[in-house]
């Protein structure tokens, strides 16, 4: 044989092997009926590969023999080219333990309104974040601000523009198999042992709820063992931060500053020539003297964090039972000299079993344990953030003898400086003198019990439960500044929180299927309890530095004490879900609560649902279309009820026996009266949308316009003088918040190794008060000394800015210009001239976007997010244009008026300085590139070995922020230290001050699994 002949041999060789190797299978997949099937997904084991059935419930897939096929959890081994029909109804032992559990109502609600991410959609973001921050920019409807950028902050979710009238987060209940979590108890849970997230919107899901519900529920489920799966998996990652810092902001270096402080202190009042007494004069030799001493605080305050990341799980399951184990780790010591950051270990643990054929049931326990210690963002110079920006760019950090050498205390430590600002504090010694922790201890978890009672009805019952030890301790030492200073000798603080919280559900739920017709019925009652006892302990006058126990303290103050609350629910669910040939979905809710917030008369509240759907792809009419090969139309319409925004015992008369007069207890009664009446907040909503696929998966999402009329809002209103100067909480106030949300997902590419796909989400959502208290504006109370002011109008926005309106500068003798109340411009500045603005912080669009590509075994994403619409005031933009603060200054800010004629970017200088108006309120617009993984997973090089998946991969969170405003506009918090979330009048992303900036990392990890 000739060497063509064999090369023609060869290649007809290797074609035969080809096709032996790889072929086209084909079968079709049927539903529980017996009826072809569309768009059932079908997964390679073990691979990244998925494909659909066609609208026949066809599947033809270029795959190997022996490949194995997983179908809606059922496993099928590739030994046949055809594998014929595949019926969903059978009964196979291959099939999931999961699968054969009937699942109660609270954890599969029917899918309109509902967007769900899978555990893959998360993979690529920062572990040691927590998921409520994951979510942001993956979801529409949903609205997640980080607080700020400290290590383990919480985001402020908002789905669907949930709000008050009274300021405070409408935060989404958190239901974590089967139990209920706060907002602030989500970062116990680590992103690593989420499987899936179920975003619940709409009223006729949330009403299963209850009033838990009203401002949208996220149901998460724990990764759970596969059939016959018996895997090791660990995870680790390693990485550092460096903050990104304030945009737009460019701070006068030392000879900048000292040169403008110079200049503005020869400026005379334009009148009487006096001067104005600013600045600090100085000779040139002067100022070149300082100016050797220059530096940039951040380089003293700031450091690069250290990040590392650690997770391993066992997962078994043997087919009548299935467990998994986790164990995590992560840590991020911050960006600021001095501090830990945040620390946290996970671990949990869950069992479901079959027990007998008719009896399941399953355990979940989660555990964590966290330490957090921060800087305090108050707005004053015992912030760190405060000093960085403010502090005398020329002023050294420790203070130095007439030689320029460093001074040293009694103990041989430097001395820092403390005139390096102009309250005269070295913040630099009370960081190093002051240690402040929060420690937590999270256990929560659930278990249940399922029994078939007969073939088509089912009992399940459900306890849930969470237990919260929470302690603060914060220790300024004797060595300390501010003791010094103060003459307290140490000062220590210890608060500790003991919280339990259970809920416990029992359910009937009855199926039936005759024909082409499925029913199901369920009867549930709920009853949730949560408690809670609080210790505060403070002192003063500690011996020493090293020795912090309270027995130490020479005096406890007046300010310690201790309190209790409880709180409880009830609640009856009836619901009732129909369909019809998988084509029509019929869905009805009703729950009636009751509550121990509201008043005595008015405890019960009914609230309801209904949803319909129609799957129009499998009518006659779509069949064999080639363009729209998808398309489910939905509308939901209910009614559910809202108890979050009622205080405590305020429906109830107690007496303040807190303080004494002449050593005997007083006793002093409410300054309010009680309302038996006052009820819950109710939100009517109504949604109504489309799910579509266009070109088979080459195109699909969904659309969706919803409508919430929410009223019965809590206020607090004053009664006539005669009563005693009371006052008394009613139910008032009506607002609508409508808006648009669409999903968007293209798969650019698909092919065996390569794909691409691009999605992105959009949410606008628009507001307008109808109803204020029977008045026409109503100003917004607030909890601290710096938040702007806000006001509701009717008819209008809510929590519109009202300020005084800042037009420019007069060109002639540099003064500042203003509209007053009438219209009319005018230098002179009058408190009274403030308007509403008709601007508000509440952004009109917003979501995110990104991509995912694979390439012969790379992996490449990026994931950006996006707020449009917003307005913040910028107090930051504020004190670093305001010359008579004596603070540091942005360059800019030497572009003031000087002469008549002049246009410049800031008025002449004057003692009043700025003032708060709309010259300083600005669009907090941003697009932020939030994530870029790139990864490898290797496969051919791992055939044979014990290793069944390895991935390396290289990841950068946060990296670049674009913005035209002037310092953060991601942060929700402009200071956590002065206003929190729980606060009456806190209004998210309405203000920005000196906080902890938002963070850059950069980090490399690996996933194994054995």
Do not use: C
Not at 403 to 432: F, H, R, W
Not at 865 to 894: I, K
């Amino acid at each position: 044989m000739n060497e063509e002949s064999s090369k023609k041999v060869k290649f007809i060789g290797l074609l035969l092997l080809s096709s032996l190797t790889y072929a086209q299978i084909k079968g079709q997949v049927n539903d529980e009926l017996g009826f072809p099937s569309q768009d059932v997904e079908i997964k390679v084991k073990n691979q990244d590969q998925t494909f659909y059935t066609d609208e026949n419930g066809h599947f033809s897939i270029d795959l190997p023999l022996g490949t194995i096929l997983i179908i809606n959890g059922l496993e099928y081994k590739v030994d046949h080219y055809d594998l014929g029909i595949i019926d969903l109804k059978s009964k196979s032992e291959n099939i999931d333990l999961d699968i054969v559990v009937v699942k109660s109502i609270f954890e599969a609600p029917q899918s309109a309104g509902t967007t769900t991410l899978k555990g893959d959609d998360l993979k690529n973001l920062n572990p040691s974040t927590s998921i409520d921050q994951l979510l942001s920019g993956k979801v529409s409807g949903l609205s997640s601000q980080a607080q700020n950028g400290a290590p383990g902050s919480n985001a402020n979710v908002v789905i669907r523009g949930a709000i008050g009238l009274n300021g405070g987060v409408k935060n989404p209940l958190y239901v974590v198999d089967g139990t209920y979590l706060s907002a602030a108890d989500i970062v116990a849970l680590n992103p690593n042992d989420v499987e899936e997230v179920k975003v619940l919107k709409d009223a006729s899901q949330v009403a299963i709820y209850g009033s838990r519900g009203a401002n949208g529920v996220i149901l998460i489920t724990t990764k759970r063992a596969k059939k016959n799966e018996g895997v090791i998996s660990y995870s680790s990652r390693v990485g550092f931060g460096e903050n990104l810092g304030f945009k737009n902001i460019n701070l006068m270096n030392g000879h900048q500053f000292l040169n403008f402080q110079n200049e503005i202190s020869q400026l005379k009042d334009l009148e009487t020539g006096r001067s104005l007494g600013l600045g600090v004069a100085r000779s040139q030799e002067e100022i070149n003297r300082l100016s050797q001493y220059a530096h940039n605080w951040k380089d003293d305050i700031f450091k690069r964090s250290v990040i590392s990341s650690h997770y391993l799980t066992f997962n078994k399951n043997d087919g009548e039972t299935a467990q998994s184990f986790s164990l995590g780790y992560d840590q991020d010591n911050g960006t600021v000299e001095f501090y830990k950051g945040f620390e946290r270990i996970t671990s949990s643990i869950n069992i479901s079993s079959k027990m007998k054929d008719w009896l399941r049931y399953g355990i979940d326990i989660n555990g964590a344990y966290t330490k957090r210690d921060l800087p305090s963002d108050v707005y004053n110079f015992s912030s760190p953030f405060t000093n960085i920006y403010l502090n005398y760019p020329y002023a050294s950090v420790y203070e130095l003898d007439e030689a320029g050498n460093v001074k040293l205390d009694e103990t041989g430590a430097p001395i820092y400086n403390s005139n390096v600002n102009i309250l005269q504090n070295p913040v630099l010694d009370q960081m190093k003198y002051t240690d402040a922790e929060y420690r937590n201890f999270r256990l929560f978890g659930s278990g249940f019990l399922e029994a078939d009672l007969t073939e088509k009805l089912t009992f399940r019952t459900t306890f849930g439960a969470r237990y919260n030890r929470n302690q603060f301790e914060s220790f300024v030492s004797p060595l300390a500044f501010v003791s010094k200073n103060r003459g307290t000798g140490g000062s220590k603080a210890d608060i500790g929180d003991d919280r339990f919280a259970y809920n416990w559900r029992n359910e009937f739920n009855y199926i039936n299927k005759f024909d082409l017709h499925t029913l199901r019925f369920t009867l549930a009652s709920e009853y949730s309890n949560e408690k809670n006892y609080n210790v505060t302990l403070r002192s003063e006058g500690y011996p020493s530095g090293d020795k912090s126990v309270q027995s130490l303290a020479n005096r406890i103050l007046n300010s310690s004490l201790t309190n209790r609350w409880e709180e409880a629910r009830f609640g009856y669910l009836g619901a009732v879900s129909y369909d019809y040939n998988r084509k029509f979905f019929l869905d009805f809710y009703f729950r009636r609560d009751g509550s121990s917030l509201a008043g005595l008369e008015k405890q019960y509240g009914n609230f309801w649902g209904a949803s319909v759907t129609w799957d129009v792809a499998r009518e006659d009419f779509l069949k064999g279309n080639q363009y729209l090969t998808g398309l489910k139309l939905k509308a939901s319409y209910g009614e559910v009820g809202d108890d979050s925004s009622i205080a405590r015992y305020i429906n109830q008369a107690y007496v303040n026996l807190k303080g004494n007069y002449g050593g005997n207890t007083t006793a002093i009664p409410p300054r309010y009266a009680i309302d038996p009446k006052m009820t819950w907040e109710t939100n009517r909503k109504l949604n109504v949308g489309a799910e579509f696929d266009f070109f088979k998966h080459i195109v699909t999402g969904s659309f969706a316009y919803f409508n919430d009329n929410r009223k019965n809002f809590i206020f607090r209103t004053l009664l006539p003088i005669e009563s005693g100067d009371l006052s008394k909480t009613v139910n008032a106030g009506e607002i609508t918040s409508k808006g648009i949300e669409l999903d968007l997902n293209i798969a650019a590419i698909s092919q065996k190794n390569f794909k691409l796909s691009f999605y992105g989400n959009l949410t606008s959502v628009n507001y307008k008060i109808n109803e204020l208290n029977g008045k026409d504006e109503l100003l917004i109370g607030t909890g601290d000394e710096i938040s702007p002011s806000m006001i509701h109008v009717k008819g209008q926005s809510p929590y519109q800015f009202r300020l005084v309106r800042y037009v420019g500068i007069n060109p002639e003798n540099g003064k500042n210009l203003y509209l007053d109340k009438d219209g009319h411009i005018t230098e002179e500045y009058r408190a009274e001239d403030a308007v509403a603005t008709g601007k508000t912080p509440l952004p009109k669009l917003y979501g995110g976007f990104g991509l995912n590509t694979h390439f012969y075994g790379f992996d490449i994403s990026a994931d950006f997010t996006y707020s449009l619409g917003a307005y913040m005031y910028n107090y930051t933009y504020r004190d670093l244009t305001n010359a008579p603060m004596n603070f540091n200054q942005v360059v800019e800010a030497n572009d003031f008026w000087r002469n008549p004629g002049d246009h410049a970017k800031f008025g002449r200088p004057t003692t009043l300085g700025e003032q708060e108006s709309t010259k300083y309120l600005e669009k907090s617009n941003y697009v932020m590139f939030r994530n870029l993984s790139i990864g490898y997973t290797f496969t051919e090089l791992l055939k044979n070995t014990f290793i069944k998946n390895l991935r390396l991969y290289a990841q950068v969170q946060n990296l670049a922020l674009w913005t035209k405003y002037h310092g953060d506009p991601v942060s929700a918090t402009g200071s956590q230290s002065m206003m929190s979330v729980g606060d009456a009048g806190y209004v998210s992303g309405s203000y920005s001050l000196f906080t902890y900036p938002q963070v850059r990392t950069y980090s490399l990890g690996f996933n194994i699994t054995f």
